[in-house]
């Protein structure tokens, strides 16, 4: 059985700044794994590399045995990678459930152009009870009709999670969800990745600065310093090692 | 080989012409990410001015050109906040109100001067400065020194004063400069006010020369385009390459090519860079570049 | 529920093709609106192509009119030399348009917006010089005069002849509502939400699984090959094809119609032809005191509805049903 996610000796400089040097670890499982590391640590560029977003310089990305570091965005979306960003992103100007829709809508240009002519509503049909279902395990039913653009600032990080699980991904990364949320709220995204992991089984790689958040959420957490995975392993282990603290301190 | 030396004169003084305007469009599109299609009315209005101010209020046509950069500062402050302040995000938007600047001022030149160009006669258009076989005016050397000197003045106030500096860190980060205190709203004045006297000036200085006419912005601002693709948008050393080389390689191309298809020269090259290479000679490439 | 919406818009859309059929029976005694509304449905179509573009997609192209130039050339070619009859000729002119758009395109489209814009300017400069210049093909700065119109069509109940005003009309309202049907199928379907994600936010888009630039791709060929359709129609309208027709005074002016009309509608481009074809000085040779106000009413628009005028008049519509919601809801409390 290939790991799911195997990361091997990734680096990617920007303009003489080395933000990731050579960075390794190996996701065998599902689970949901927490990346964390003081600023600066290259998380996010780690992240993007991953999803395509940037192009790694040197070293390779394997998602279940298949290199994916040389294609580009859309096609490792379709082959089951998923994520959210740091500034939280959806559509504004379409409602939670078009958002929703549209992240499950099969985006092959053929199929999409077959669709232009043969209008059959059933795939949309289908989703669209999969969708409210979602959206009402995060208290969004009620805004189902309403612009994203119109939703607060929680409420809008619920959906992008949601519209990134709709076309079930295999690996779903989540840049700094919990960031800007109230505690309450945050109680409810807990709940729900649990939920959906539970429900899914898919690997999980949350990169957060909320320490209490990742550490009640995350069965594994991986440190990253200065562009390297610094030291893995369970919370309880992590919390305790000295070189991390000295990483956060130093 | 005299023919070649005569167009590359001719070439500097229309670069230096293009100079001017793109040196105005770099600052504003720098400062504040728009793209001013409306540049070359600000070009003709330079014309048109400079002949009011000279056959009307003052004889001396130094002076005009002086009252003409500061009246287009003005023009250009009013323009950035009547229309492009509140413009800076949508740029389909930019391009109509552009547009109907552009509509406004020709026919208005129209309306106040008629439709048929104006001729400017000023003494330096009439000396003759002879260059081995070759003579020009002494309005072509009055161009090129009056673009060096605006490029040494640009740079002098860029460098060496706090509003020069102020210009520079809007470009760079308008977010940090407003935490730092800079006034950005000011800034935006100041950079169209910058940039309408250059193109005013441009005008002033080629409307004797040529003729003064309400379309007379046209070409200008479409070479001046290309300019500063070509220099790197946001680049003013850029801008002055760029203006130079267009300039220079227009006016050689007639060596080889009927002037008809001079502009598909200008064209040709502009398409050619922004596939090759869109950031320009000295821009910098970001990230979403091909 | 969804059934009936549906239904409602097909009968709309059938009494709005009815009515556009019906024009030249009601105008049957008015020969310049018929010529006019003609006229309006030449510029409706390329307008239409861009609205693809430009409105629901987000990408900017000034040159867009070039590639009309290129649809009319190859089907004026066609026509005046007996090539080919009216259908091939306006088919291979779209099939032309569209080829210039992809060639243009794959290169053009990885491009950032502010270059994208200028490169369509360049692209469309450079067709209106070769239309200009390559005499021997083109005719160069006189153009191609003498293209015969279609021959007369019998259709059994009757016999269109579009030698004549009346009998052109109906094809040229053919040829639009076939892009009209065109354009609404796209726009409704999951390719269309692809472009409107595109638009939105194009790195969510392409994270979501889109491939952003086959998509600019494709929809720039079919806007491209729109124009063409309608260059060809107009070419046959004009009798003529002239270079001056798909210059970039033409440029801007199909870029005002589809943003001025309202782009991202389906009849924001529609309206913004009939207004600026109904409103004739505004085009040709314009009386210089109405080219201010026009000016100023564009730099107006521009500042005041940023929507164009369809999503002004959608904006109104909506407040004034809000106001009186308002008000039953006070009557009820």
């Not at chain 1, 709709?166 to 779903?172: F, G, S, T």
């Amino acid at each position: 059985m290939p790991d799911i996610l195997e990361v091997d000796g990734v680096s990617k400089s920007f303009g003489g700044v080395r933000a990731v040097d050579g960075a390794s670890f190996r996701i065998k499982a599902p689970g949901i794994y927490g990346l964390i590391g003081p600023n600066g640590a290259g998380k996010t560029t780690l992240f993007d590399m991953i999803c395509g977003r940037q192009f790694a310089d040197a070293g390779s990305i394997c998602l279940a045995g298949v290199r994916i570091d040389r294609l580009r965005v859309h096609q490792r979306a379709r082959l089951g990678v998923a994520r959210t960003f740091q500034e939280c992103r959806v559509l504004e100007e379409e409602s939670c459930l078009d958002n929703v829709l549209f992240a499950a809508q099969d985006k092959h240009l053929g199929t999409e152009m077959i669709q232009t002519f043969d209008r059959r509503d059933g795939p949309r049909h289908a989703v669209t009870e999969e969708a409210e279902r979602l959206l009402d395990l995060v208290n969004l039913r009620p805004l189902v009709a309403e612009a994203a653009g119109t939703l607060s600032y929680g409420q809008r990080r619920l959906l992008e999670i949601i519209c990134s699980l709709i076309a079930k991904p295999r690996l779903l990364l989540l840049d700094e969800p919990a960031s800007g949320i109230n505690p309450t709220l945050l109680n409810v995204l807990r709940d729900f990745l649990l939920r959906i992991f539970a429900e899914r089984r898919l690997v999980l790689i949350i990169v957060e600065h909320n320490m209490e958040f990742i550490m009640s959420l995350a069965s594994h957490i991986l440190v990253m310093h200065q562009g390297r995975v610094l030291e893995e392993g369970p919370p309880a282990a992590i919390q305790a090692s000295r070189r991390v603290i000295d990483a956060y301190l130093g | 080989m005299t023919a070649l030396l005569e167009q590359i004169v001719n070439g500097a003084m229309m670069g230096a012409i293009y100079v001017l305007v793109a040196l105005g469009m770099v600052l504003i599109f720098g400062v504040m990410e728009i793209l001013n299609f409306a540049h070359g009315v600000l070009f003709m209005a330079g014309g048109y001015l400079c002949d009011v101010f000279v056959l009307h209020l003052t004889g001396s046509y130094p002076l005009a050109v002086i009252l003409t950069m500061v009246t287009l500062a003005i023009i250009g402050v009013a323009l950035e906040r009547g229309v492009f302040r509140r413009l800076r995000v949508n740029v389909p938007m930019q391009i109509v109100a552009s547009l109907g600047l552009i509509l406004m001022a020709e026919n208005g030149a129209v309306l106040l001067f008629g439709p048929s160009a104006l001729q400017l006669t000023v003494p330096s258009v009439h000396s003759l400065v002879r260059v081995g076989e070759l003579s020009f005016t002494v309005q072509h050397f009055i161009i090129i020194g009056a673009a060096v000197a605006s490029i040494a003045a640009l740079q002098l106030f860029l460098r060496r004063t706090r509003l020069g500096a102020a210009l520079r860190a809007t470009s760079q980060n308008p977010e940090a400069a407003r935490v730092i205190g800079i006034d950005s709203d000011r800034v935006y004045r100041l950079t169209f006010a910058v940039a309408s006297a250059l193109a005013g000036l441009g005008g002033a200085l080629l409307g004797p020369l040529f003729l003064i006419s309400p379309q007379m912005g046209d070409l200008p601002l479409l070479k001046g385009l290309t300019a500063i693709v070509l220099g790197g948008m946001g680049s003013i050393p850029g801008a002055i390459v760029g203006g130079f080389a267009i300039g220079i390689i227009e006016a050689v191309s007639t060596l080889f090519i009927t002037t008809d298809y001079r502009d598909m020269v200008v064209f040709a090259v502009l398409i050619a860079i922004l596939l090759v290479r869109p950031w320009g000679l000295f821009g910098i490439r970001v990230r979403g570049d091909a | 529920m969804r059934v009936r919406a549906g239904t409602a818009r097909l009968a709309i859309g059938a009494l709005f093709a009815a009515a556009l059929y019906l024009v030249p029976v009601a105008f049957a005694g008015s020969p310049y609106v018929l010529f006019t509304l003609t006229l309006t449905l030449c510029y409706a179509i390329p307008a239409m192509g861009l609205n693809l573009l430009l409105g629901y997609t987000g990408l900017v192209s000034l040159g867009h009119m070039g590639f009309a130039g290129v649809g009319a050339y190859v089907t004026a070619l066609l026509m005046k030399h007996g090539l080919a009859s009216f259908v091939p000729s306006i088919l291979a002119g779209t099939l032309a348009a569209g080829l210039v758009g992809v060639l243009t395109g794959v290169p053009c489209l990885r491009l950032r917006s502010h270059y994208f814009i200028i490169v369509t300017l360049a692209v469309g400069m450079m067709l209106f010089l070769l239309f200009n210049n390559l005499d021997w093909l083109t005719g160069g700065a006189a153009g191609l005069p003498g293209v015969p119109r279609p021959r007369p069509l019998d259709l059994g109940f009757a016999v269109v002849d579009p030698r004549r005003p009346a009998g052109f009309y109906l094809l040229a309202a053919t040829a639009f509502l076939l892009v009209f049907v065109i354009q609404y199928a796209l726009v409704h379907s999951d390719f269309g939400r692809s472009l409107a994600a595109i638009r939105q936010d194009e790195t969510l888009a392409a994270s979501r699984g889109v491939d952003v630039f086959a998509h600019k791709l494709t929809i720039f060929a079919v806007s491209a090959a729109i124009a063409g359709l309608g260059g060809g129609v107009q070419v046959l309208f004009l009798r003529a094809a002239a270079p001056q027709s798909f210059g970039f005074l033409e440029d801007v002016n199909v870029v005002l119609i589809v943003i001025v009309g309202g782009s991202g509608s389906l009849f924001g481009p529609c309206l913004g032809a009939l207004l600026f074809v109904a409103l004739p000085e505004a085009l040709r040779v314009a009386d210089a005191f109405r080219m201010v106000l026009f000016g100023a009413a564009l730099v107006a628009l521009a500042l005041f509805a940023p929507r164009g005028l369809w999503g002004l008049a959608a904006t109104v519509a909506r407040k004034l049903r809000a106001d009186r919601s308002v008000v039953a809801r006070a009557g009820h409390s």
